[in-house]
Each structure stands twice: as structure tokens, then as C-alpha cells.
């Protein structure tokens, strides 16, 4: 029998306190794809934004602890303001909300008056109370088409997601210059020598990416997108050009298939981790129910502002 380590007998003490607090708290724990395993696995629910974002509209629990970043338990708190929502670490961001602050993006806005504007969910709640609608990886296509033909559109903060948009629905969207740190520094070059060393492979990539990484993709498409890509592909390998904590789910439901995380641009960094989730660990998912608190807030008026256009969201489904 191998002994456990006192990193393994750590977590396990971590994870058991965790389970007693989640039962004393009544709290459900939100969990994006992007998390650690070790969180994704205790989690009551793992997604992406818009699946998060329908549990934590429909929960019944009186704590929702949030597992990603920041953004995402504030949408939590906009759309229960009679709960608690506590995150891990109060400090862990995103480069698509910090890229579009609210002030500088209202003083832009005014330049398109007669523009609706569709923002994705990957900002703060105050630029989200600037919106019309809120959107997601997984249903801007969608969202973009519920509008009518002649309506002209603003999509912000992601670039690259917006130009996938306007290419998927024949829409000519004003673009916000904004952009994923994580899923910009793929290397175009990096994965074209990686395919033509799986030559079997298929290519599976989130549209946060530039658009010569898409090109090369088999697949466009969100996190739950690529998940459900890679459950249905014959293929047994697949290059995932995404921050490469998905591939713990996806081993999970794909033991028999090899997955190849594609490379940055800089060999000498991890620089396709996303800094600002993996900021999240056991010993402060504990430590946050244990002493409620970093608790997130949102001013009552301004969540009042912001809730509007994510229930538009909600409805399309």
C-alpha cells in the first residue's frame, strides 16, 4: 500500500471540509470548466457561463459559491440579490472585462446612437447594464440573429468572437478591440506543425481565438460546444485549442481518445493557462465557506440595470 502524501492527505481533509460546509451553508458550488480538477470534481454543477448562469437563476440554495471569476459570480449576485455569493478569490479577473471599462465604453457607445447592443457576458456588471442584451460563447449566434436584418449592432468586448459572429450570421457587427489573453497567444504556426504531426487529428477551438487559429479548426465552438464536439467525432485524437482546463471533463467522457492541448506562442511559459481562474485552489474554496467572505456585491440600482439584459439572454435560452 503506497502511503499518501501530505499534499493528498491535505486535499482530502480540504475536500471533506468543503463537503460539510456546502451541507451547513445550504450552498451550491459553481464551477467552470476551466477550474482545477480537484474543484470541478466536488462541484454541484460544472459549465460554461450560460450554463452557470441558468443554475444560478434557478438554484434554491441560500449560498452560491462561485468557482471562476470574477464576472461570473457577479452575473450569480445580479440574478439573486437575496443571496450570498462567495468567491474563492476576490481577485481573480478577466482581460475581456478589464479591457472594456464601463466609462470608456458608454463615451464609444455614443458614437453609434441608432445601434442595439450585444455584449458578452465576459464583462462587468456595469458595462452589462449598458447592453440591450448579454450573450454567451454559446449563444451569441443566436442572440445576433434575434434581432431584426436591418437593426445595426454593437458587439463587445471579444474581437475575435464578434468577427466569428458576423461571419455566422451575414451580419455586419461594430466590434469593440477587445481580446482574451488566454486564447490569443495560440500560435497559428505551432498548431499547423502540431496537425501535421497527428495527421488523424481534428481540431477543436473556442472562438475566442484569432481567426487563422479557426481557420484550421474542425470544430468553432464554446466549451460545452467542444465537449459535445469531442463525445460525437469518430476521430480518436483531438487537438483542443482552448485554456486547457477542459480537458479534464473531456477525458472523463472520452477515456479512449487522446487529447493534445495546443501549444502558445512561447514555449517557455504556460501561457494558454488562464492566470486569473487558476488563481482558485481547494484551500481557498474551503476557506471562503468557512469564513464567508470574499463575499461578492453589486449595488442595488446597478444590478437592477444589469439584470435586464442578462434575463433577455435567459429567455432565448
Known amino acids: 500500500m503506497i502511503a499518501s502524501t501530505p499534499a493528498a492527505a491535505a486535499d482530502v481533509a480540504l475536500v471533506a471540509e468543503i463537503e460539510r460546509l456546502r451541507r451547513d451553508l445550504n450552498a451550491v458550488i459553481l464551477a467552470h470548466f476551466y477550474q482545477e480538477p480537484a474543484i470541478q470534481d466536488l462541484a454541484d454543477h460544472v459549465g460554461d457561463s450560460l450554463f452557470l448562469a441558468q443554475r444560478a437563476a434557478a438554484t434554491a440554495a441560500e449560498v452560491i459559491v462561485f468557482?471562476?471569476?470574477?464576472?461570473?459570480?457577479?452575473t450569480a449576485k445580479i440574478l439573486n440579490p437575496d443571496?450570498?455569493?462567495?468567491?474563492?478569490?476576490?481577485?481573480?479577473?478577466c482581460s475581456l472585462a478589464d479591457g472594456c471599462p464601463a466609462d470608456q465604453f458608454a463615451t464609444?457607445?455614443?458614437?453609434?446612437?441608432?445601434?442595439?447592443?450585444?455584449?458578452?457576458?465576459n464583462c462587468s456588471a456595469a458595462t452589462k447594464a449598458l447592453s440591450d442584451i448579454i450573450c454567451t460563447s454559446s449563444n451569441a449566434v443566436r442572440v445576433v440573429e434575434s434581432f431584426p436584418a436591418g437593426q445595426p449592432l454593437v458587439f463587445a468586448p471579444d474581437r475575435f468572437l464578434g468577427?466569428?459572429?458576423?461571419?455566422?450570421?451575414?451580419?455586419?457587427?461594430?466590434?469593440?478591440?477587445?481580446?482574451?489573453?488566454?486564447?490569443?497567444?495560440?500560435?497559428?504556426?505551432?498548431?499547423?506543425?502540431?496537425?501535421?504531426?497527428?495527421?488523424e487529428a481534428v481540431v477543436a477551438a473556442h472562438p475566442e481565438c484569432p481567426e487563422v487559429i479557426l481557420d484550421q479548426a474542425d470544430h468553432v465552438g464554446s466549451t460545452s460546444s467542444i465537449l459535445a464536439f469531442a463525445r460525437r467525432t469518430p476521430a480518436r485524437e483531438i487537438i483542443v485549442v482552448t485554456e486547457p482546463g477542459i480537458l479534464h471533463q473531456m477525458q472523463k467522457e472520452n477515456p479512449g481518445k487522446v487529447l493534445i492541448p495546443a501549444p502558445g506562442a512561447d514555449e517557455t511559459c504556460s501561457c494558454n493557462l488562464c492566470p486569473y481562474m487558476r488563481k482558485n485552489t481547494l484551500a481557498k474554496l474551503a476557506?471562503?465557506?468557512?469564513?464567508?467572505?470574499?463575499?461578492?456585491?453589486?449595488a442595488p440600482d446597478l444590478a437592477a440595470r444589469a439584470l435586464a439584459p442578462l434575463q433577455r439572454m435567459l429567455a432565448l435560452g
Open 67 to 74: 468557482a471562476g471569476v470574477h464576472f461570473m459570480a457577479e
Open 83 to 93: 443571496k450570498q455569493v462567495l468567491v474563492p478569490d476576490l481577485t481573480a479577473g
Open 108 to 121: 464609444w457607445l455614443a458614437g453609434y446612437p441608432d445601434h442595439k447592443v450585444v455584449t458578452y457576458i
Open 163 to 199: 468577427r466569428w459572429v458576423a461571419e455566422q450570421t451575414g451580419r455586419d457587427l461594430v466590434l469593440w478591440h477587445g481580446s482574451c489573453e488566454v486564447h490569443e497567444v495560440f500560435s497559428a504556426i505551432r498548431l499547423e506543425e502540431l496537425r501535421e504531426a497527428h495527421p
Open 287 to 298: 476557506a471562503c465557506m468557512r469564513e464567508r467572505r470574499p463575499e461578492v456585491l453589486v
